[in-house]
């Protein structure tokens, strides 16, 4: 089973930019649809985006679509999201999550495969 870390989070101001990356180990990344799911405080899990196993297929959330960008590197076995424009209301902890199917990663919150420890993203007024 893959294993994820996620790096990349911290604070930003509103209008700015912030990069996740998550990497993954194990020999069979290409196998796994990608996602990001973030959490706020006091809030349900919400799916972010996800990215399909050689990512020809990219998947947002209506509030971010637009602003964020997914992408995957198989050769490195990692995936980003690249957060631009950066609104108060994005500020969350957001997971890295893997599955091995696009399906489960576009309608799931939680039956996933593998997900990351989770890195804090602040946005401030």
């Known amino acids: 089973q893959v294993q994820l870390v996620e790096s990349g989070g911290g604070l930003a101001q509103a209008g700015g930019s912030l990069r996740l990356s998550c990497a993954a180990s194990g020999r069979t990344f290409s196998s796994y649809a990608m996602g990001w799911f973030r959490q706020a405080p006091g809030k349900e899990r919400e799916f972010v985006a996800a990215i399909s196993y050689s990512g020809g297929n990219q998947y947002y959330a209506d509030s971010v679509k637009g602003r964020f960008t997914i992408s995957r590197d198989n050769a490195k076995n990692t995936v980003t999201l690249q957060m631009n424009s950066l609104r108060p209301e994005d500020t969350a902890v957001y997971y890295c999550?893997?599955?091995?199917?696009?399906?489960?990663?576009?309608?799931?919150?939680?039956?996933?495969?593998?997900w990351g420890q989770g890195t804090l993203v602040t946005v401030s007024s």
């Open positions: 999550a893997a599955d091995r199917s696009i399906l489960v990663v576009t309608s799931e919150t939680r039956r996933l495969d593998a």
